[in-house]
């Protein structure tokens, strides 16, 4: 910690302690869930519970009371003076944790508890255990966070409601982008995480700890079936987990009269951005500028480059998400400090929103371990919402800072296309996909198509066009959109 003496301790945010819950067997609620890794956690930091001023929840698909934040802080008999929940999105662990860290730095607040937890194995089973009646009377917590939808009329006409249907589209981007067809994409991408694959076989909370081949990842079969295009089911974050986390943020001062100094891990810097807030409105669905700016944003707050940072977790609920964000930041895919600490959200799981607090605690554990610094990244909705942390052992120069973001999401919202909702004309397809049923065959094809005066739509392919369709990236084809829907044939 050389250098932590010439800064206030008591304005210095830690990482103080984090605990992780991965249930494979039992039935469990999320709020039980949650209670054990939020009790590990306290119980690794003794005496700082009585400091906690705020409990944060993450997002919770599985069902929960209307308080979660309040009931879970009635269960570890805390005291906080603010208890609430995130609105959706993979990037809120990491944007109320810098929350958190800007408080503390600010001297607002001395301890805060984040905690997640989905139970989407036990729901699946219908063995979900009963809700505790006083819980479900409790008023409802504060949410923060951008609580606008995701998607809006252009996508939801054109059928696109599904995160890897919507994914897939940008990573029809990328193939193009690269000259490969889908097959070969697939292939690539069997490549690019079977790495991630290796990482979660030595990750024991992994809910898949087992190395795959790149061919086991890209080889369509019964167990690992065409999902939407390119994408099989082993390329898809895993939701149907119990998994949860929570960490502990507090002061070094805090820590050190704990006795807990030793195990600090320092805040740096975090940023946030949105990229283009509906996806049919992106002019590159395959690029993500809001990524380049949070994560320039906050190197710069921390004085580093990415050649500093010693280790890496990308969020990873799909492919193209990993790849855009590497491209943000200018990192190869097979960078030898490996891209993910946990596995990555197909294999280590991808619990809800919550992914991203366990890439925290996973990293915390790696810097107590090995020193140096650690960068992580959320994101919510559709690669639309983005966080992005730094971590690391020794403390910062200058204290922990907020990077800035005002100018590049300025020019980022400035970006946007405008889009058509009653769409009549010839168009360019900018990005595609196939949607496959459970039998392979064609469902759906939607695209994001750009009119020849600029506007964009989305729309779907017209059902006696599906079967020619199949496998086939249209980005750069020629195509004819019309009402109501809309929906699309191809040109000529």
């Given at each position: 910690m050389t250098g932590a003496g010439r800064l206030d301790a008591e304005r210095l945010p830690v990482l103080v302690s984090g605990a992780q819950s991965t249930e494979r067997d039992q039935p469990v609620s999320a709020m039980d869930l949650m209670t054990r890794a939020a009790e590990q956690c306290l119980a690794e930091a003794p005496g700082l519970a009585g400091d906690v001023d705020r409990v944060t929840v993450v997002n919770v698909m599985s069902p929960v009371p209307a308080a979660p934040a309040s009931a879970l802080a009635r269960r570890l008999k805390l005291s906080p003076a603010r208890a609430e929940v995130t609105t959706i999105g993979g990037n809120s662990p990491q944007l109320v944790v810098s929350r958190a860290a800007a408080d503390i730095a600010a001297g607002r607040l001395r301890c805060v508890l984040v905690a997640g937890a989905e139970t989407q194995r036990t729901v699946k089973s219908s063995a979900s255990p009963?809700?505790?009646?006083?819980e479900a009377r409790l008023p409802a917590d504060p949410v923060v966070g951008d609580e606008r939808p995701g998607l809006g009329r252009v996508e939801l006409d054109a059928?696109?409601?599904?995160?890897?249907?919507?994914?897939?589209?940008f990573e029809s981007v990328l193939a193009h982008r690269a000259g490969r067809d889908f097959a070969e994409q697939r292939l690539f991408l069997g490549r690019v995480l079977a790495p991630f694959t290796e990482v979660a076989a030595g990750n024991p909370l992994a809910w898949f700890p087992e190395r795959r081949t790149p061919e086991e990842l890209a080889e369509l079969s019964p167990d690992n079936r065409l999902v939407a295009e390119p994408y099989p089911k082993r390329m898809c974050a895993v939701l149907g987990v119990?998994?949860?986390?929570?960490?502990?943020?507090?002061?070094?001062?805090?820590?050190?009269?704990?006795?807990?100094s030793e195990q600090a891990v320092f805040c740096l810097s975090g940023a946030e951005a949105n990229d283009v807030w509906f996806p049919s409105a992106r002019r590159d669905p395959g690029a993500s500028p809001a990524m380049a700016a949070a994560a320039g944003?906050?190197?710069?707050?921390?004085?580093l480059g990415t050649d500093d940072i010693g280790a890496f977790d990308l969020y990873s609920c799909f492919p193209c998400a990993l790849q855009m964000a590497a491209q943000a930041m200018g990192l190869a895919l097979d960078d030898a400090r490996h891209l993910t600490v946990t596995g990555g959200l197909p294999y280590f799981g991808g619990p809800g929103n919550n992914y991203t607090l366990h890439a925290i605690a996973t990293m915390a554990d790696r810097l107590r371990r090995c020193g140096g610094t650690g960068l992580v990244t959320g994101l919510g909705w559709y690669a639309t919402k983005h966080a992005v942390g730094l971590y690391g052992t020794d403390p910062p120069a200058g204290g922990w800072r907020a990077g800035d973001t005002s100018a590049a999401q300025a020019a980022i919202d400035a970006s946007a296309a405008e889009l058509v909702t009653e769409p009549l004309g010839p168009a360019t397809v900018i990005a595609s996909t196939v949607v496959a049923g459970r039998d392979g065959a064609p469902q759906a094809a939607p695209v994001v198509a750009r009119l020849d005066d600029g506007r964009q739509v989305a729309a779907a392919a017209q059902e006696d066009e599906l079967a020619g369709l199949a496998g086939r990236n249209l980005v750069g084809q020629r195509v004819f959109v019309s009402g109501p829907g809309p929906r699309f044939r191809m040109a000529g």
């Open positions: 009963e809700p505790d009646p006083d059928g696109l409601i599904l995160p890897a249907h919507v994914y897939a589209l119990d998994q949860a986390a929570a960490v502990l943020v507090t002061s070094l001062a805090a820590a050190r009269r704990a006795g807990l944003a906050a190197l710069e707050a921390a004085g």
